[in-house]
């Protein structure tokens, strides 16, 4: 669980809305190219054209899809700094995470940019990023994957994005959501929701009422219901999954984040 309030920002990682990016760390500078166009075919009958994967340099790949700009690129270099290692000791699903953050040698850089007019617009990129993330994963000597603050086990992250094949979105690929203590409270904070256009969420409890996995389970639905049906959380304002439900809403400052973020009361037992 993160104790550290501290949280360093994320310097590769965009905040502008609509605008996604992530990185597939690799265990040897080698990709292959051809690969990747293949998988984004069979995988999701996504067809990058010959041009856009000829006409480049041989390491980037740079294509429009329906008004998305997709781009990939293949840097023969570790992220510096020690950035994915210190993201990596926050994943409490995967013990791993530090020593393949550790272990990476290169990186391919995913992003997914574009126009967009509305929260459909949005979540379409945000999809495409999740498949070409997905493609990019079936490289040889992929390690991890690297986005929003969080370094993901490659094998969890093609699971829950298979949620896409039944039409669901794939709010676990996109938004963190991370655990954290102190000396009273416990609970969960996002990272992720400002590509939507939205406020982090925070939700905690008093460490003696803390169910942590209730309140992750918590924490996304409302995450996912803020993306889904475009809603705005709005400080004095409430929530709930049902007519009696009315939980409180307050944006503040943050609890685990260093900005502020909108807090959503818990119903505990």
């Known amino acids: 669980m993160n104790n550290n309030n501290n949280l360093p920002t994320q310097e590769k990682e965009t905040n502008h809305i609509g605008s996604f990016l992530g990185f597939v760390l690799l265990g040897k500078p080698e990709w292959d190219k051809t690969q990747f166009i293949n998988d984004m075919k069979s995988e999701w009958n996504i067809e990058i054209s010959e041009e856009d994967a000829e006409d ?3 390491d980037i790949i740079v294509t429009d899809l329906d008004g998305k700009r997709l781009l990939v690129s293949f840097i023969p270099a570790p992220i510096p700094d020690g950035e994915t290692q210190y993201y990596a000791k926050g994943n409490y699903l995967w013990s791993d995470a530090e020593r393949m953050a550790d272990a990476h040698k290169a990186q391919i850089l995913i992003s997914v940019l574009g126009e967009h007019t509305d929260m459909a617009d949005i979540c379409d990129k945000a999809k495409l990023f999740v498949m070409a993330v997905c493609c990019a ?28 094949m039944d039409n669901e979105f794939p709010i676990v ?3 963190w959501f991370g655990p954290y203590a102190n000396d009273k409270l416990a609970g969960f904070y996002t990272s992720g929701m400002k590509k939507f256009g939205r406020d982090e969420i925070e939700v ?3 460490r003696d009422k803390a169910e942590m996995e209730e ?17 705005v959380l709005k400080d004095g304002d409430t929530i709930g999954f049902s007519e009696q439900e009315q939980l409180a809403i307050t944006r503040s400052p943050g609890i685990a984040l260093e900005e502020d973020t909108i807090k959503i009361e818990y119903p505990c037992k």
Do not use: W
Request: proline fraction near 4%; glycine fraction near 2%; hydrophobic fraction near 45%.
């Open 137 to 164: 994963l079936s490289q040889k000597h992929a390690l991890a994957v690297y986005t929003d603050g969080a370094v993901y086990e490659p094998r969890f992250y093609k699971a829950v994005a298979e949620v896409m």
């Open 173 to 175: 690929n996109l938004v």
């Open 56 to 58: 480049n340099e041989e």
């Open 215 to 231: 309140i992750r389970d918590f924490i996304s639905d409302i995450a996912l219901y803020t993306i889904e049906c475009d809603a």
């Open 204 to 206: 905690f409890v008093p």
